[in-house]
């Protein structure tokens, strides 16, 4: 099919690769020139793995990009991958996705048959039906333009696999839409022998189902980090617990490793999102509540961990990950940053590394110094916090030798010395 893509961030432009891959012919439509020169030559503008060698691989041959919206008239199906930011309140800001929805039905207007339109964007159920659909079939005239709800469930650092191989795709909206969509996302589940569950649904259940994956995700974490926390005052390794837990088919092994948290740009404004949504209606969600509650503590826990070992004032302590999880150098919702923040509160001096996400830290936090090498970090450190569970982390032992004084507060669980003084955060 040929398909356009508005927004060539990490959905847009994960998803834009990967159907280039399935035999679709894709156009990123990207107000960046910047971006879009990138896309062309072949190179990414995102950190995610596998989405370069798919853009070397297909640029000019599957997949152009462009500022210029006029070129969605020459395709089939338009996906909006769209930010909502959140507002001040924790709703989120659908303004990137409506000034896209009047821009698609502008260049759509009074074209020769139907065009199908899709919000990929995570938006509050009724946005697509009362605001996106709306503007855009009145903007297009007399053009036909279907509209559905088509969210993505990719996570960042693995979002091509994700793609190739989906637990579901879920389709929103009237009948011409889920078939045009079905038809594109067929190879998908031809390649997978139809593994990949395909929910067809109205268009606010399709937009549901995102923020309640999401949701329900997040709080599985939050209710595991809630026990660690237990476990940890009763002396008792979370872990062997989660590995229990994990038996159980009604619960599964996966987002039960307890630790710092949760961050990233999904799940705290989706959670966020859901909760101002819910209050605009009067209704206390008490349980989403408490899922927040319990993830913004963790790291000043991580920090109390800290305080009962040393005393970091005007001491070199060393932050070891600054993505909000491996494989990404995103940066957004990292547990990182509210570690820093306690460390500076403390007077320590802060000394950092991350794998890839340096460059994206170092824009927000210029006030951090940043190394090349974990054990550039530990050299003459009084202590280290391991914040992000890279696996490079669990062979550094011989690292720790260049502290002053080996203490490791960890976050995340990864493979210590038996010699360093070490303390778990739920073990």
């Not at 640029?59 to 969605?72: F, L, N, V």
């Not at 000394?351 to 530990?378: F, I, W």
């Not at 916090?385 to 976050?411: A, H, K, N, S």
Request: net charge negative.
């Amino acid at each position: 099919m040929d398909v356009s893509i508005v927004g060539s961030g990490y959905v847009g432009t994960t998803v834009a690769a990967c159907l280039a891959d399935y035999g679709h012919e894709v156009v990123n439509v990207d107000v960046d020139e910047s971006v879009v020169e990138r896309i062309n030559a072949g190179e990414t503008p995102v950190g995610e793995p596998g989405v370069e060698d798919l853009l070397a691989e297909y640029a000019g041959a599957g997949i152009t990009a462009t500022t210029e919206y006029h070129r969605i008239r020459e395709t089939d199906v338009t996906l909006l991958a769209l930010p909502t930011p959140s507002n001040d309140d924790g709703s989120i800001d659908t303004s990137y996705v409506e000034a896209a929805a009047e821009a698609v039905g502008d260049v759509l207007a009074d074209t020769e048959g139907d065009h199908t339109l899709a919000v990929k964007s995570t938006v509050i159920p009724g946005t697509t039906d009362r605001r996106i659909a709306p503007t855009v079939r009145e903007r297009a005239g007399d053009t036909t333009v279907h509209v559905a709800a088509n969210p993505e469930f990719l996570r960042m650092g693995s979002a091509v696999e994700d793609f190739r191989h989906p637990d579901k795709i879920v389709i929103g909206g009237d009948r011409a839409a889920i078939e045009t969509l079905t038809t594109l996302y067929g190879p998908i589940r031809e390649a997978t022998s139809a593994s990949a569950h395909l929910v067809t649904t109205g268009l606010r259940e399709a937009e549901m189902i995102k923020y309640a994956n999401n949701a329900f995700l997040a709080s599985k974490v939050s209710l595991i980090n809630d026990i660690g926390n237990i476990c940890k005052e009763f002396g008792v390794d979370a872990y062997e617990i989660a590995d229990a837990l994990g038996l159980d088919h009604r619960i599964s092994e996966q987002f039960l490793r307890s630790g710092l948290g949760w961050g990233g740009s999904c799940f705290p404004k989706d959670t966020a999102a859901l909760i101002a949504a819910a209050r605009s209606r009067d209704y206390h969600p008490a349980v989403l509540e408490a899922a927040v509650d319990v993830n913004d503590r963790q790291p000043d826990r991580l920090l109390q961990r800290l305080d009962e070992h040393v005393d970091v004032t005007n001491e070199r302590v060393a932050v070891l990950g600054l993505s909000f999880k491996p494989g990404t150098d995103d940066t957004r919702g990292s547990r990182a940053v509210p570690v820093i923040d306690g460390l500076q509160a403390r007077g320590a001096d802060i000394v950092a590394y991350d794998p890839v996400a340096v460059k994206t830290m170092r824009s927000r936090r210029p006030d951090v110094t940043y190394t090349d090498s974990p054990g550039e970090a530990l050299d003459g450190a009084v202590a280290a916090l391991i914040v992000t569970d890279w696996d490079e982390f669990d062979c550094i032992g011989d690292d720790y030798e260049r502290m002053d004084q080996p203490v490791v507060i960890d976050g995340r669980r990864v493979d210590v010395p038996d010699w360093v003084t070490y303390d778990g955060l739920t073990w």
